[in-house]
Nanobody, 126 residues
Framework: VQLQASGGGTVQTGASLRLSCAAS????????VGWFRQAPGRERDLVAA????????YYTDSVRGRFTLSRDNARNSVDLQMNSLRPEDTTVYYC????????????????????WGKGTQVTVSS
């Protein structure tokens, strides 16, 4: 599976952005897709994840209520709608896919993800 992340950009505080993670080569049907972010000098942490087959979702506390995941069957993609953006959301965002056989309990473990896309920069100015 090859992943392509897109949709980053520069916005002001309170604005919205929509990131998209598109897969080629295979479908997401037996995978969960996670969005991670990594600030300079920091660990790459999970922001949100969705299990494709039943749309089970996870959100980290700092984004719950502001970010929403959705899947698009036609485009074979997972979108991350980011609302009410804050300066602390500024960083590079990565999408990744983990096989369902790894188990949902591994969804926050970045080392369990098999496929990664290139990052997309999100900058929120104050």
């Amino acid at each position: 599976v090859q992943l392509q992340a897109s949709g980053g950009g520069t916005v002001q505080t309170g604005a919205s952005l929509r990131l998209s993670c598109a897969a080629s080569g295979r479908t997401f049907s037996r995978h969960s897709v996670g969005w991670f972010r990594q600030a300079p000098g920091r660990e790459r942490d999970l922001v949100a994840a969705i299990r494709w087959r039943d749309e089970l979702t996870y959100y980290t506390d700092s984004v719950r209520g502001r970010f929403t995941l959705s899947r698009d069957n036609a485009r074979n993609s997972v979108d991350l709608q980011m609302n009410s953006l804050r300066p602390e959301d500024t960083t590079v965002y990565y999408c990744a896919a983990i096989e369902d056989r790894a188990g949902w309990s591994k969804v926050s473990d970045r080392d369990s993800y098999r496929y990664w896309g290139k990052g997309t920069q999100v900058t929120v100015s104050s």
